[in-house]
């Protein structure tokens, strides 16, 4: 059964550190999302990549978050330096990017981030 | 105005009642929608593809409304099992890219026995 894989699944960590968070996308999909999510703000994206390249990333703070795919079985999140508000739940979803199926996003089970 | 809009809820409902959500888009050029359901601690999964002629998969109708700008997902027979957040979910503007995926914050559902 092919599922999007993310790691860490949790991490806590104190103000001022670099997190780096890693997601293996379904193979054979070739958009791959970073959402970020709290109460507050519901699901936001933070970056798109479409075959590997770097689409839209507006959503994400470029000061302190970097998000690449060095390869087509990975894509990360990089906070550094993290902040409190950073704390939040972490998604990775990919998907087909065909216009046969534009709304089916497949996510991971999520990186719930706690700076301290 | 925020670009998707949802009554957060809770809705709390004894089972095997019908309830119904309804799901405000402000860009009159979305063109795909969708519901996304969000089980407690757990990633969104695609619950079903709204059309414009509308759609029913079991105990769920979705509705499209273009003249209001609304979309609508019924539950009939609620079960326990049903207990989540449906997310509201457009493809802003023109062409189906994924990458104008837009979430709302979700409405909760609690069904009581």
């Known amino acids: 059964d092919a599922r999007v894989t993310q790691t860490p699944r949790h991490k806590v960590t104190e103000m001022g550190q670099e997190v780096t968070m890693r997601c293996q996308p379904i193979?054979?999909?070739?958009?791959v999302f970073w959402y970020r999510q709290t109460m507050m703000q519901g699901l936001e994206l933070l970056a798109y990549?479409?075959?590997?390249?770097?689409?839209?990333d507006s959503g994400m703070p470029k000061d302190r978050f970097s998000a690449e795919m060095p390869d087509a079985t990975l894509a990360t999140l990089k906070i550094q330096p993290s902040e409190p508000r950073d704390s939040a739940v972490y998604f990775c979803?990919?998907?087909?990017?065909?216009?046969?199926?534009?709304?089916?996003?497949?996510f991971g089970e999520g990186s719930r981030l706690t700076v301290l | 105005r925020k670009e998707v809009e949802q009554d957060p809820g809770p809705f709390n409902v004894p089972e095997g009642a019908t309830v119904a959500f309804n799901c405000t888009y402000s860009?009159?050029?979305?063109?795909?929608f969708f519901w996304y359901r969000q089980d407690c601690r757990k990633e969104p999964k695609l619950l079903m593809s709204?059309?414009?002629s509308g759609n029913e998969d079991g105990r769920f109708t979705a509705q499209l409304n273009r003249a209001s700008q609304y979309i609508s997902l019924l539950i009939r027979d609620s079960k326990l099992s049903d207990s989540a957040t449906y997310l509201c979910?457009?493809?802003?503007?023109?062409?189906?890219?994924?990458?104008?995926?837009?979430f709302g914050k979700g409405t909760k559902l609690s069904v009581k026995p």
């Open positions: 979910v457009v493809i802003r503007g023109y062409g189906g890219s994924q990458g104008n995926l837009i």
């Open positions: 860009n009159s050029a979305s063109q795909s």
């Open positions: 709204v059309y414009s």
């Open positions: 979803a990919s998907g087909q990017g065909t216009s046969a199926f534009p709304g089916e996003l497949f």
């Open positions: 990549f479409r075959n590997r390249a770097p689409l839209d």
């Open positions: 193979l054979g999909h070739n958009t």
